[in-house]
C-alpha cells in the first residue's frame, strides 16, 4: 500500500470512527466537540463542571407609609421600620449582617381619568434594608416569614434572594485539571482510532466559568452566574488544538 492511499484509509478510518461514535455514542460526545481543522491536527473541547451550594445570600426589605403630613409620615415610618428591624433581630441577624438606607420620601399628586392633575394628595415616604448573611437557609425562611408584618398593618415589600459563591476562584483549579484531561482523553482516542498518535500542543485555550442552575444550559460568551438558586453548577470548557502523528 502507497503513502498516499494509506493517508486516504486513514482519513477515511477517522470520518467512520467520528460518525459511528456520534450515533452509538450521543450522550458522551455531548460533553466534547471535536473538529479536524487540517491534515494532521485536531481541535478538541472538554468540559468539567462541579455541583456546590451557595455560602451567601440578600434581601432587600422596604418599608413604606402614606401621609398628608410630613412629620406624621416620619414618625410612622421610624415606628414600622423599628418594628422590621426588632423581627430580623430577633430572626438571628447581627448588626453586621444588616445594611440600612435613609430615609425618603415623595410627593404624590391627584390622578383624575389617568392624569395628573398637578394637586397634591399625599407624601409617600419608604426606607429599606438588605440582609446579607452566610445563614443561607434563615435567609429562605425570613424572606418570605417578613410578609406577615402585613396583617400588623406594616406595608413591606421583599425580594426574592440571591445567591451567591464567595469564592469561585477556589474551584477554577480542579475544574481546569479536569476539563484538559477530559479533552486530552478525546484526543488519545481519536488518534488511536485514526492509526497515530497524539503528538505536540499547539494552542489551550480556557473558556469562561459559567454558573448556572443545575439542569441548565445556559451559557455567555461573557459568562454566566445565577442568583435566582442556591444549588448551583460551576462549569469550565477547556479547548486544545494538538498534531496527530
Known amino acids: 500500500m502507497n503513502k498516499t492511499l494509506g493517508k486516504t484509509l486513514t482519513i477515511l ?74 423581627r430580623l433581630r430577633l430572626a438571628g441577624f447581627s448588626s453586621d449582617e444588616l445594611v440600612d438606607d ?19 394628595s399625599h407624601y409617600l415616604f419608604y426606607r429599606s434594608i438588605q440582609v446579607r448573611s452566610r445563614k443561607v437557609s ?3 425562611e425570613e424572606s418570605l416569614r417578613l410578609h406577615a408584618l402585613l396583617t400588623e398593618g406594616i406595608a413591606i415589600e421583599v425580594s426574592s434572594p440571591s445567591y451567591f459563591i464567595t469564592n469561585p476562584e477556589q474551584y477554577k483549579l480542579d475544574l481546569i ?17 485514526c492509526g497515530g498518535k497524539v503528538g505536540k500542543l499547539i494552542t489551550a485555550r480556557q473558556g469562561v466559568i459559567q454558573i448556572t442552575r443545575p439542569a441548565s444550559n445556559d451559557t455567555s460568551d461573557y459568562g454566566v452566574y445565577d442568583t435566582t438558586s442556591p444549588d448551583k453548577v460551576i462549569r469550565i470548557v477547556v479547548s486544545l488544538d494538538v498534531e496527530i502523528i
Do not use: P, W
Open 13 to 86: 478510518g477517522c470520518g467512520v470512527f467520528l460518525a459511528g461514535g456520534l450515533v452509538g455514542s450521543a450522550a458522551i460526545l455531548s460533553r466534547f466537540m471535536v473538529k479536524i481543522q487540517k491534515e494532521n491536527t485536531i481541535s478538541v473541547k472538554g468540559v468539567a463542571e462541579r455541583q456546590v451550594i451557595a455560602d451567601l445570600a440578600a434581601f432587600r426589605c422596604t418599608v413604606s407609609v402614606k401621609s398628608e403630613k410630613l412629620a406624621d409620615g416620619y414618625r410612622k415610618l421610624n415606628a414600622d421600620f423599628e418594628k422590621l428591624l426588632e
Open 102 to 120: 435613609a430615609m425618603s420620601h415623595v410627593t404624590i399628586n391627584k390622578i383624575v381619568d389617568g392624569k395628573d392633575t398637578g394637586e397634591f
Open 138 to 140: 434563615k435567609i429562605q
Open 177 to 193: 485539571t479536569a476539563a484538559t484531561a477530559a479533552a486530552v482523553n478525546r484526543a488519545n482516542t481519536i488518534a488511536r482510532e
